[in-house]
Antibody, heavy 127, light 110 residues
Framework: EVQLVESGGGLVQPGGSLRLSCGAS????????MHWVRQAPGKGLVWVSR????????TYADSVKGRFTISRDNAKNTLYLQMSSLRAEDTAVYYC????????????????????WGQGTTVTVSS | QSALTQPASVSGSPGQSITISCTGS?????????VSWYQQHPGKAPKLMIY???NRPSGVSNRFSGSKSGNTASLTISGLQAEDEADYYC??????????FGTGTKVTVL
């Protein structure tokens, strides 16, 4: 079964750091673009960051730029989110998700939509 | 990077059709045919329902359909069922190569 499993969440003080991980299984992780999306308690979904398959193209939401770093280890089938200078407003459930990718012979067609999501990991920033 | 605008809530009776709007700008919804829609039940991860404005992933009911006109995309649920009660979010690619979610719409089945 295609699966994403997040880990690394927890309670951290304001100004602190935390690294989230997202393990992928049952698909060729190295071919897919990946995302982090968060959801504050009782609030809506907010896109955080995206990384392409070989980590050569990375983008961030303005709210986390300069504080968060997305990365991946294709040999370990794992996506990461290094979070620093954490604020109370970073408190949320953090989801990892992959973009749709279809293979047509030797060609890969990427789509701007997230078809597989993890179950989320909770980050609480509080003193 | 303000969120795309959705109505806070939409309701309908079983069997009816409802439509959820998603309004952005020429830098996101209006500029690309890369609008997707997600369904989220309480305490669960989001589920992709529509991609590229009007395409359904395998396994998604054909009661769900999408469209776009100008800077506004729409999700229509026909033959409303109790299991459709959930939160729905639109999402669009942007000119900054980011993604932007909508504010979310709570669908209630009366």
């Amino acid at each position: 079964e295609v699966q994403l499993v997040e880990s690394g969440g927890g309670l951290v003080q304001p100004g602190g750091s935390l690294r989230l991980s997202c393990g992928a299984s049952a698909f060729n992780f190295s071919n897919y673009w990946m995302h982090w999306v968060r959801q504050a308690p009782g609030k809506g979904l907010v896109w955080v960051s995206r990384i392409n398959s070989d980590a050569s193209r990375i983008t961030y939401a303005d709210s986390v730029k300069g504080r968060f770093t997305i990365s991946r280890d294709n040999a370990k089938n794992t996506l990461y989110l290094q979070m620093s200078s954490l604020r109370a407003e970073d408190t949320a459930v953090y989801y990892c998700a992959r973009d749709i990718m279809h293979v047509f012979g030797v060609l890969r067609q990427y789509y701007y939509a997230m078809d597989v999501w993890g179950q989320g990991t909770t980050v609480t920033v509080s003193s | 990077q303000s969120a795309l605008t959705q109505p806070a809530s939409v309701s309908g009776s079983p069997g009816q059709s409802i439509t959820i709007s998603c309004t952005g700008s020429s830098s996101d919804v209006g500029g690309y045919n890369f609008v997707s829609w997600y369904q989220q039940h309480p305490g669960k991860a989001p589920k992709l329902m529509i991609y590229d404005v009007n395409n359904r992933p395998s396994g998604v009911s054909n009661r769900f359909s999408g469209s776009k006109s100008g800077n506004t995309a729409s999700l229509t649920i026909s033959g409303l069922q109790a299991e459709d009660e959930a939160d729905y979010y639109c999402n669009s690619h942007t000119s900054s190569n980011t993604r932007l979610f909508g504010t979310g719409t709570k669908v209630t089945v009366l």
